[in-house]
């Protein structure tokens, strides 16, 4: 697995699949590649040839002129189009074909809401108990079709994870449908990629594809309510939770906080990253709570100037407790 330090430095690289679907892109790609390249090459050689064969004096050539040429416009302006026009047609139709979200009976589905300017992330298990929400951060089982059913909740955007498929609009009031099988277990970097607004670039994600015992144990965990502390320090921080700002937009299952307008905190110390965008780190989050502006300017999250140091420093510390 990578470390989190170099998490966004992953290539965004469709020629190196670790995904079902991704792998078939990757083919249609490289059909692409090789025929327009070949075509290019075949251009560019003619352009050269028909360049240099009038050099010299006049006659010293015989000009090509078969049926005046009518050969030329056959074959290659109507024969030659048309032949690699249609079968481009067919090979990416076929693979489109291959590529819906309704087809196959997936082994979990998963609903993302695309906000400005994050991802929520709920788990659709069909006993109500067993679901969760989690944001920036999607595990799957590895070797098994995962759906996931996409949705915005305000403008659109664009989902796409290049190591694992292709980009899938989230449109407000419309939900869009996508398979996902990881072929390989590792952390593969998603991005939203329609422009969105000003954090359109910081609108980032993971995809953590485990083996299925341990996507099964980490479920498990997620669903857990926050565990109660007793330790003076984290209790003054869950407290400060409650009792400030936080409370109004942010869930922590199994305390006062219940806010539905940001992430669902309950499991914060087991993901990867602070907003998608940092990795996750004591210091991170004391300065994404102080001043999140200053790290994503336009973030719905307020700048939060109210804590003295020993609030701030307990707060930070019952966060990052919530594993
Ligand atoms: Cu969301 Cu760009």
């Given at each position: 697995?990578?470390?989190l330090e170099?998490?966004?430095?992953?290539?965004?690289?469709?020629?190196?699949?670790?995904?079902?679907?991704?792998?078939?892109?990757?083919?249609?790609?490289?059909?692409?590649?090789?025929?327009?390249?070949?075509?290019?090459?075949?251009?560019?050689?003619?352009?050269?040839?028909?360049a240099?064969?009038r050099?010299?004096?006049?006659e010293?050539?015989?000009?090509?002129?078969v049926?005046?040429?009518?050969?030329w416009?056959?074959?290659?302006?109507?024969?030659l189009?048309?032949?690699?026009l249609?079968?481009?047609?067919?090979?990416?139709v076929?693979?489109?074909?291959?590529?819906p979200?309704d087809?196959?009976?997936?082994?979990?589905?998963?609903k993302?809401?695309?906000?400005?300017?994050?991802?929520?992330?709920?788990?659709?298990?069909?006993?109500?108990?067993?679901?969760?929400?989690?944001a920036?951060?999607?595990h799957?089982?590895?070797?098994?079709?995962?759906?996931i059913?996409?949705?915005s909740?305000?403008?659109?955007?664009?989902?796409?994870?290049?190591?694992?498929?292709?980009?899938?609009?989230?449109?407000?009031?419309?939900?869009?449908?996508?398979?996902?099988?990881a072929?390989?277990?590792?952390?593969?970097?998603?991005?939203?990629?329609?422009y969105?607004?000003?954090?359109?670039?910081?609108?980032?994600?993971v995809?953590?594809?485990?083996?299925?015992?341990?996507?099964?144990?980490?479920?498990?965990r997620?669903r857990?309510?926050?565990?109660?502390?007793t330790?003076?320090?984290?209790?003054?921080?869950r407290?400060?939770?409650?009792?400030y700002?936080?409370?109004?937009?942010?869930?922590?299952?199994?305390?006062?906080?219940?806010?539905?307008?940001?992430?669902?905190?309950?499991?914060?110390?087991?993901?990867?990253?602070?907003?998608?965008?940092?990795?996750n780190?004591?210091?991170?989050?004391?300065?994404?709570?102080v001043?999140?502006?200053?790290?994503?300017?336009?973030?719905?999250?307020?700048?939060?100037?109210?804590f003295?140091?020993?609030?701030?420093?307990?707060?930070?510390?019952?966060?990052?407790?919530?594993e």
């Amino acid at each position: 697995m990578k470390t989190l330090e170099n998490l966004f430095d992953f290539p965004f690289n469709i020629f190196d699949p670790a995904g079902v679907q991704a792998g078939w892109l990757a083919n249609l790609g490289w059909v692409l590649v090789v025929l327009m390249s070949v075509l290019i090459i075949g251009m560019a050689v003619l352009v050269v040839w028909g360049a240099l064969r009038r050099r010299g004096r006049l006659e010293e050539h015989m000009p090509i002129d078969v049926d005046g040429g009518k050969g030329w416009i056959l074959w290659g302006g109507v024969a030659l189009p048309v032949t690699v026009l249609t079968s481009l047609f067919v090979v990416t139709v076929v693979t489109l074909n291959m590529l819906p979200g309704d087809r196959e009976e997936p082994a979990l589905a998963v609903k993302v809401t695309a906000h400005q300017w994050w991802w929520e992330v709920d788990y659709l298990y069909d006993d109500l108990p067993q679901r969760f929400s989690t944001a920036n951060e999607i595990h799957i089982p590895v070797g098994q079709p995962v759906r996931i059913e996409l949705i915005s909740s305000d403008v659109i955007h664009s989902f796409w994870i290049p190591k694992l498929h292709g980009k899938i609009d989230a449109i407000p009031g419309h939900t869009n449908a996508l398979i996902v099988e990881a072929e390989e277990p590792g952390v593969y970097r998603g991005e939203c990629a329609e422009y969105c607004g000003v954090q359109h670039a910081h609108m980032r994600f993971v995809v953590v594809a485990q083996p299925p015992e341990e996507y099964q144990a980490w479920a498990a965990r997620q669903r857990e309510p926050a565990a109660p502390v007793t330790d003076p320090k984290l209790v003054k921080g869950r407290e400060a939770f409650e009792g400030y700002a936080c409370a109004l937009c942010h869930s922590i299952r199994g305390t006062k906080a219940r806010g539905q307008v940001a992430p669902d905190l309950t499991h914060f110390a087991s993901r990867m990253t602070i907003g998608g965008i940092m990795p996750n780190t004591r210091a991170r989050l004391q300065a994404w709570i102080v001043n999140a502006q200053a790290l994503k300017p336009g973030v719905r999250m307020p700048t939060l100037e109210e804590f003295d140091g020993e609030t701030l420093n307990a707060l930070a510390a019952y966060l990052e407790s919530l594993e």
